[in-house]
């Protein structure tokens, strides 16, 4: 059974950092590309962020690139998301994606 589980969602001022992770099980990880999504109120689920399986390529969503960095332990089968530079436009749920799965979530806040 395909689980992902994010954690590491706050409240943080604009300007601060926080790092996310996925949880991963129930599939081969170390073969699978992976994704962070967000939505914030009102707006539709965007894309954010994509690590393929092969030489640890990444791409960005214009918004965060820069700022952003996905990567993932394929030894511990987990996915994080390191953001920096917050700013209250980044407020969303972020949903990791993997295997056609989605996880539940992780709400992430930035307002001073």
């Known amino acids: 059974q395909v689980q992902l589980v994010e954690s590491g969602g706050g409240l943080v001022q604009p300007g601060g950092s926080l790092r996310l992770s996925c949880a991963a099980s129930g599939f081969t990880f170390s073969r699978v590309a992976m994704s962070w999504y967000r939505q914030a109120p009102g707006k539709e689920r965007e894309w954010v962020a994509t690590?393929?399986?092969?030489?640890?390529?990444?791409n960005y969503a214009d918004s965060v690139k820069g700022r952003f960095t996905i990567s993932k332990d394929n030894a511990k089968n987990t996915m994080y998301l390191q953001m920096n530079s917050l700013k209250p436009e980044d407020t969303a749920v972020y949903y990791c994606r993997g295997a056609g799965y989605w996880g539940r979530g992780t709400q992430v806040t930035v307002s001073s």
């Open positions: 690590i393929v399986t092969t030489g640890g390529i990444t």
